[in-house]
T-cell receptor
Framework: NAGVTQTPKFQVLKTGQSMTLQCAQD?????MSWYRQDPGMGLRLIHY???????DQGEVPNGYNVSRSTTEDFPLRLLSAAPSQTSVYFC??????????????FGPGTRLTVL | GENVEQHPSTLSVQEGDSAVIKCTYS??????FPWYKQELGKRPQLIID?????GEKKDQRIAVTLNKTAKHFSLHITETQPEDSAVYFC????????????FGSGTQLTVLP
């Protein structure tokens, strides 16, 4: 049981490039989410999904797209990278039913630098 | 939307002393309040949580208290140890669970030997 996995661990992009951050979980959790973590600002919710085929915006969605074609995978796409997107990105998943909730498990993070 | 403020941003205590971190939230409908510990270079991990129908919850040296009237909740760590040194984040949710969390800005706790 690997929990929540993310790839890559590190990435350097040039302004304007696009890329996809991968996230997968093997706990059969319905709820998955993406956060960015910047110094002094805690974690901010980018997008989340309550199940396959269902996604919604969080607090800071601009410049990012997500999709949820399977329960296991929840990739985050940067459409045209900007220096302001330099951050550490965490994927997380939470189990149980839509009305309730269990513990939120985080992936190991992806450190992204945009030059 | 929900706003969570966390204080202090840094906290140093002597080993064996207690540490208290406080958070306030803006939306009175918030009903789930977890605390996460993040060691340097690692992922956040849940250490304790509390729901709005409970005023206090303890787990060994860690406790969380909730004051719904004042809209604030606090993390208490007793008998601190060097391995307690980390960044601690509070969060709040309207969903009753660890979904759509709004996080505080974090507290860097340093336990001095």
């Amino acid at each position: 049981n690997a929990g929540v996995t993310q790839t890559p661990k590190f990435q350097v992009l040039k302004t304007g490039q696009s890329m996809t951050l991968q996230c997968a979980q093997d706990m059969n959790h319905e709820y998955m989410s993406w956060y960015r973590q910047d110094p002094g600002m805690g974690l901010r919710l980018i997008h989340y999904s309550v199940g396959a085929g269902i996604t919604d915006q969080g607090e800071v969605p601009n410049g990012y797209n997500v999709s949820r074609s399977t329960t296991e995978d929840f990739p985050l796409r940067l459409l045209s990278a900007a220096p302001s997107q330099t951050s550490v990105y965490f994927c997380a998943s939470t189990g149980f039913g839509l009305a309730g909730g269990g513990e939120q498990f985080f992936g190991p993070g992806t450190r992204l630098t945009v030059l | 939307g929900e706003n969570v403020e966390q204080h202090p941003s840094t906290l140093s205590v002597q080993e064996g002393d207690s540490a208290v971190i406080k958070c306030t939230y803006s939306d009175s409908a918030s009903n789930y309040f977890p605390w996460y510990k993040q060691e340097l270079g690692k992922r956040p991990q849940l250490i304790i949580d509390i729901r709005s129908n409970v005023g206090e919850k303890k787990d060994q040296r860690i406790a969380v208290t909730l004051n719904k009237t004042a809209k604030h909740f606090s993390l208490h760590i007793t008998e601190t140890q060097p391995e307690d040194s980390a960044v601690y984040f509070c969060a709040a949710s309207l969903s009753g669970s660890a979904r759509q969390l709004t996080f505080g800005s974090g507290t860097q706790l340093t336990v001095l030997p």
